[in-house]
């Protein structure tokens, strides 16, 4: 069974970074396309990044674009997701989750419908 755990969340004030880890359990990462989501209280969830499975392609959503950065490491099965100079409507819960497609079309995050999401990890930006 698929299984990913998210860590690395936590209260930060605006222009801050974290950087989240998306960790794989009972399967290697290296088949896959992997995105971040995030989920603000009262909202849909909404997809952050694709990253795709050799880490060659990677988009973004347009509110995230030049402040979020995605990148894996198949060795360590594990991928990331950095985010600096964070806002307060960065706020949420964030998922990492697989992905329909491996390769991460332009524009396109769509997680495997299959999936069974993980707990997430919360990120509060605020003062």
């Known amino acids: 069974q698929l299984q990913l755990v998210e860590s690395g969340g936590g209260l930060v004030q605006p222009g801050g970074s974290l950087r989240l880890s998306c960790a794989a359990s009972?399967?290697?990462?290296?088949?896959?396309?992997i995105g971040w989501f995030r989920q603000a209280p009262g909202k849909e969830r909404e997809g952050v990044s694709c990253?795709?499975?050799?880490?060659?392609?990677?988009n973004y959503l347009d509110s995230v674009k030049g402040r979020f950065t995605t990148s894996r490491d198949n060795s360590k099965n594990t991928v990331y997701l950095q985010m600096n100079n964070l806002k307060p409507e960065d706020t949420g819960v964030y998922y990492c989750?697989?992905?329909?497609?491996?390769?991460?079309?332009?524009?396109?995050?769509?997680?495997?419908?299959?999936?069974?999401w993980g707990q997430g990890t919360q990120v509060t930006v605020s003062l």
């Open positions: 990253a795709s499975r050799n880490g060659g392609s990677v």
């Open positions: 989750a697989p992905m329909t497609s491996s390769w991460c079309p332009e524009s396109t995050r769509v997680a495997d419908e299959e999936y069974a």
């Open positions: 009972g399967f290697t990462l290296d088949g896959y396309g």
